[in-house]
T-cell receptor, first 116, second 111 residues
Framework: GAVVSQHPSWVICKSGTSVKIECRSL??????MFWYRQFPKQSLMLMAT?????????EQGVEKDKFLINHASLTLSTLTVTSAHPEDSSFYIC????????????FGQGTRLTVV | GESVGLHLPTLSVQEGDNSIINCAYSNSASDYFIWYKQESGKGPQFIIDIRSNMDKRQGQRVTVLLNKTVKHLSLQIAATQPGDSAVYFC??????????FGPGTRLSVLP
C-alpha cells in the first residue's frame, strides 16, 4: 500500500508553546488529508478534513484557531497545535487519500503529544 | 468471551481459533467500509475493504461480511495468531466524505 509518513512520532512540549506535526504522502499525491485525535482506549475522532489549496473543514467542537491546518501541496499537510495545554495531550493521526472517490485512506504512524 | 463496559470491548480467542469481530454502523447511506487494525502506539493499518454493492469479500485469512439491512459489518479472522492481537476498527464512508470510525474492539489471542 501507499506510504504516509508523520513526523515527529513523539513530542513533549511546555504548556503555552506551539507544536507542528507534519504529514507527508511519500509515493502518491493526496487530494484529501484528514487529521484525527485519539485518546487512550478510545476510537479515532476526526478533527478536520483538508483539500490541497483550500481551507480545512473542521468538525464541530474543534477550534480552528487552536489547531491550524495547512495543506499547501499534494504531498504535505501540517497540523499546528497553538498555545498547547495539558488537555491537548493526545495521539494525533493523519491520513491521506489519493482522490475524492471512495478509496482507501492511508494512515501515518501517529504523533504522541505530551504537554507538560 | 466478549465484554462491553467503560473500557474498550475485548474479544479473547485461543490461538488457532477463528475470530469474529462485529461492528454496527450508523449511516444507511454509507457505501464504502474498511476494517483497520491498530497496534499500540501506531497508526491504523488497512486490513480489508468492501463496497455497498457487495455482501462478502475475502482476503488472506480475513473475510468481511456486510449486512446493509441491519447496518452490520463483521470481520472474520481465520486461524487467529498472536500477531493478530490489536484493536480493530470499522470505518464507514459516505460518497467520498470523511471516514467515521466505530468504537473499536480489542482482540486478545491466548496461547
Amino acid at each position: 500500500g501507499a506510504v504516509v509518513s508523520q513526523h515527529p512520532s513523539w513530542v513533549i512540549c511546555k504548556s503555552g508553546t506551539s507544536v507542528k506535526i507534519e504529514c507527508r504522502s511519500l509515493d502518491f499525491q493526496a487530494t484529501t488529508m484528514f487529521w484525527y485525535r485519539q485518546f487512550p482506549k478510545q476510537s479515532l475522532m476526526l478533527m478536520a478534513t483538508s483539500n490541497e489549496g483550500s481551507k480545512a473543514t473542521y468538525e464541530q467542537g474543534v477550534e480552528k484557531d487552536k489547531f491550524l491546518i495547512n495543506h499547501a501541496s499534494l504531498t504535505l499537510s501540517t497540523l499546528t497545535v497553538t498555545s498547547a495545554h495539558p488537555e491537548d495531550s493526545s495521539f494525533y493521526i493523519c491520513s491521506a487519500r489519493a482522490d475524492r472517490a471512495n478509496t482507501e485512506a492511508f494512515f501515518g504512524q501517529g504523533t504522541r503529544l505530551t504537554v507538560v | 468471551g466478549e465484554s462491553v463496559g467503560l473500557h474498550l470491548p475485548t474479544l479473547s480467542v485461543q490461538e488457532g481459533d477463528n475470530s469474529i469481530i462485529n461492528c454496527a454502523y450508523s449511516n444507511s447511506a454509507s457505501d464504502y467500509f474498511i476494517w483497520y487494525k491498530q497496534e499500540s502506539g501506531k497508526g491504523p493499518q488497512f486490513i480489508i475493504d468492501i463496497r455497498s454493492n457487495m455482501d462478502k469479500r475475502q482476503g488472506q485469512r480475513v473475510t468481511v461480511l456486510l449486512n446493509k439491512t441491519v447496518k452490520h459489518l463483521s470481520l472474520q479472522i481465520a486461524a487467529t495468531q498472536p500477531g493478530d492481537s490489536a484493536v480493530y476498527f470499522c470505518a464507514e464512508n459516505n460518497y467520498g466524505q470523511n471516514f467515521v470510525f466505530g468504537p473499536g474492539t480489542r482482540l486478545s489471542v491466548l496461547p
